[in-house]
T-cell receptor, first 112, second 111 residues
Framework: GEDVEQSLFLSVREGDSSVINCTYT??????LYWYKQEPGAGLQLLTY?????DMKQDQRLTVLLNKKDKHLSLRIADTQTGDSAIYFCAEGRTDSWGKLQFGAGTQVVVTP | DADVTQTPRNRITKTGKRIMLECSQTKGHDRMYWYRQDPGLGLRLIYYSFDVKDINKGEISDGYSVSRQAQAKFSLSLESAIPNQTALYFC??????????FGPGTRLTVL
């Protein structure tokens, strides 16, 4: 996923907020997704944002999109130990017929 | 029951062997995908299929082939496995340009 970049690791204390960042390159992206992968499991969709939106909130999750800078972030409020996982950013492009371009994933470790 | 299943979940094989990984889905989706996951590289698309008669190469199709036996089944084959194909393989499905649903993955080790 060289066109979608993420930092590889984030350590956060339980109860704090986590912010995971992602940059992408294709300005024609329509949807931007956040997937979560728990150990030994497949990817599960956490949330997504349409490219004409700036922000989306869903319970403890807040997605911010800065189209000018092609920057996407995922904020997890009140981070819990169950939030420890790998988080993938992915972009869906208008010309990609449903294919997604994934970032390398950010390993989030929540410490007590 | 899981909507997207993969078999086997783990496989160890030797260089040169032929391997088939299978994926089945009960979601009724037309689109199916095969990805491989390598540490630090995220998921890379191997092949995708938009219906039974449509098969397309992804970004890393060399050394792999696929078969779409039915709407619900999409198999990935390694004709002659090599060690750098050691990875975690995921199948996914989607309906049109929407969310992709992933299987639990197959961990393949080629010795």
């Amino acid at each position: 996923g060289e066109d979608v970049e993420q930092s590889l690791f984030l350590s956060v204390r339980e109860g704090d907020s986590s912010v995971i960042n992602c940059t992408y390159t294709d300005s024609s992206s329509t949807y931007l997704y956040w997937y979560k992968q728990e150990p030994g499991a497949g990817l599960q969709l956490l949330t997504y944002i349409f490219s004409n939106m700036d922000m989306k909130q869903d319970q403890r999750l807040t997605v911010l999109l800065n189209k000018k800078d092609k920057h996407l972030s995922l904020r997890i409020a009140d981070t819990q130990t169950g939030d420890s996982a790998i988080y993938f950013c992915a972009e869906g492009r208008t010309d990609s017929w449903g294919k997604l371009q994934f970032g390398a994933g950010t390993q989030v470790v929540v410490t007590p | 029951d899981a909507d997207v299943t993969q078999t086997p979940r783990n496989r160890i094989t030797k260089t040169g062997k032929r391997i088939m990984l299978e994926c089945s889905q009960t979601k009724g989706h037309d689109r199916m995908y095969w990805y491989r996951q390598d540490p630090g590289l995220g998921l890379r698309l191997i092949y995708y299929s938009f219906d039974v008669k449509d098969i397309n190469k992804g970004e890393i199709s060399d050394g792999y082939s696929v078969s779409r036996q039915a709407q619900a089944k999409f198999s990935l084959s390694l004709e002659s496995a090599i060690p750098n194909q050691t990875a975690l393989y995921f199948c996914a499905t989607s309906e049109a340009d929407n969310e992709q649903f992933f299987g639990p993955g197959t961990r393949l080790t080629v010795l």
